[in-house]
């Protein structure tokens, strides 16, 4: 079954804006971790951001945040201030019990 | 430097072929993780590995198996190759549970089957 719902296949972003990448989740476990990564055209797989299960505050990296709702298991990222460098595919991922598992990604087209 | 390191970075196989991709890491991680990516689909998990000679099914581990012999290589086996398994591989790695550590990754296998 399904654990990660990334629901935006691809989005456009205007240059020097914020965009929101929605991520919902599935799981049974209390204790659990949540992953953003991006993957450029490149292929290579950048660990962007961690939020923890029991931290009580909005993971926070640079221009990255994690909107994290534990009610709604949700854990949106916003990428504030686009830059053309940040058009790739990105992914949201659970850790709980031991595995890490992904959703299908979405792709971000910053335009100048 | 981390290093997660596959074998190769493209491979060409015969249907019916049996094959191996390796992978190793260099950073004393107690947890493995093989996963497939095909467009539209994200990365699925193939299977994974918390220990030595542990190992556990992923979500798609139908024609695939691994092995874990040491707690540095993990090993995807694919005992007869089809062409439904073309696709990117990638393998990965991350410190065991609990650990806020991210899991790094390796620069994939493209493997296609003909």
């Known amino acids: 079954a399904q654990k990660i719902t990334q629901t935006q296949p691809g989005m456009f972003v205007q240059e020097k804006e914020a965009v929101t990448l929605d991520c919902t989740y599935d799981?049974?476990?209390?204790?659990?971790?949540l992953f953003w990564y991006k993957q450029p055209s490149s292929g290579e797989m950048i660990f962007l951001i961690y939020?923890?299960?029991?931290?009580?505050q909005n993971a926070t990296e640079g221009r990255y945040s994690l909107n994290f709702q534990k009610a709604r298991k949700s854990a949106n990222l916003v990428i504030s201030a686009s830059q053309l460098g940040d058009s790739a595919m990105y992914f949201c991922?659970?850790?709980?019990?031991?595995?890490?598992?992904f959703g299908a990604g979405t792709t971000v087209t910053v335009r100048a | 430097d981390v290093k997660v390191t596959q074998s190769s970075r493209y491979l060409v196989k015969r249907t019916g072929e049996k094959v191996f991709l390796e992978c190793v890491q260099d950073?004393?991680?107690?947890?493995m993780f093989w996963y497939r990516q095909d467009p539209g689909l994200g990365l699925r998990l193939i299977y994974f590995?918390?220990?030595?000679?542990?190992?556990e099914k992923g979500d798609i581990p139908e024609g695939y198996s691994v092995s874990r012999e040491k707690k540095e290589r993990f090993s995807l086996i694919l005992e007869s190759a089809s062409t439904n398994q073309t696709s990117m591989y990638l393998c990965?790695?991350?410190?065991?549970?609990?650990?806020?550590?991210?899991?790094?990754f390796g620069q994939g296998t493209r493997l296609t089957v003909v």
């Open positions: 939020q923890g299960s029991y931290d009580q």
């Open positions: 590995s918390y220990d030595v000679k542990m190992k």
């Open positions: 799981t049974s476990d209390p204790s659990y971790g």
């Open positions: 991922a659970m850790r709980d019990d031991y595995k890490l598992s």
């Open positions: 950073m004393d991680h107690e947890n």
């Open positions: 990965a790695s991350s410190p065991g549970e609990g650990s806020r550590v991210e899991a790094f």
